[in-house]
């Protein structure tokens, strides 16, 4: 602080002048007791300047402090972070002339926390959902997830036919074996999450994509 070295000078300069009055106070000529008077004056002087030192050093400590206290603060993990977190093996979208289809593969979470994908996106398609398949009154019917996919800390979370799987709908043109479709998944929290599913055609069950559709078929 540039201060107090400032202050401190101007302490010894009062001193320097009450030990000066002090002595003058006692030459021929001075009026009786001006010395003592005078010499009064300055160390009050003195005295001042020594508590604007002291206040200004304790500011300092304490400001530094503070500032020490505050710089270990938490870093709260941010919308990018959790993105790069997340990652998908074997992404893959079936088939389709048109009309509804389905995109799975594995969604892997590496990081300490949870994910959850809340909303999907593909220009493939002007509305994506994120449905499950529910057993409901001894039949098994599609649904859309609540609450999305939950993807729990270094584990992963299965999307596959005839379970939880990204819904495709209104697709206005064929998708064809080897085609590449970008897909984007909305994460909680913020942040988003890019793959490319691969065009495949699967024949090992008979799912029929459409909301509450039975799927008593599928293993068929």
């Known amino acids: 602080m540039t201060g107090t070295p400032v202050v401190a000078g101007c302490v010894r300069c009062a001193l320097a002048r009450a030990e000066f009055v002090q002595c003058s106070g006692t030459s021929t000529g001075s009026q009786p007791g001006e010395g ?15 508590a604007v030192t002291a206040t200004a050093a304790c500011g300092s400590e304490e400001a530094s402090s503070v500032s020490a206290t505050a710089s270990p603060a938490a870093v709260a993990a941010s919308p990018s972070s959790t993105s790069a977190a997340l990652s ?14 389905a995109a799975f593969g ?9 994910i959850t994908v809340i909303a999907g996106s593909t220009p493939a398609a002007p509305m994506v959902e994120l449905h499950e398949v529910v057993e409901s009154k001894g039949k098994m019917v599609m649904r859309p997830k609540e609450g999305g996919f939950v993807v729990p800390a270094h584990g992963s979370h299965v999307l596959q036919p005839g379970g939880d799987h990204i819904m495709v709908m209104d697709v206005p043109s064929e ?8 897909f984007t998944l909305e994460l909680q929290g913020g942040g988003t999450y890019t793959f490319t599913a691969l065009g495949k055609d699967f024949a090992g069950a008979k799912e029929n994509y459409q909301p509450g559709a039975d799927m008593g078929g599928m293993n068929e």
Do not use: C, H, Q, Y
């Open 106 to 114: 594995t969604l892997v979470n590496n990081s300490d926390s949870d």
């Open 175 to 182: 998708i064809k074996p080897g085609s590449e479709v970008p």
């Open 36 to 50: 003592i008077f005078m010499f009064s004056r300055v160390m009050l002087v003195v005295l001042s300047l020594g």
């Open 88 to 101: 998908i093996t074997d992404p893959w979208v079936k088939t389709a002339k048109n009309g509804m289809t």
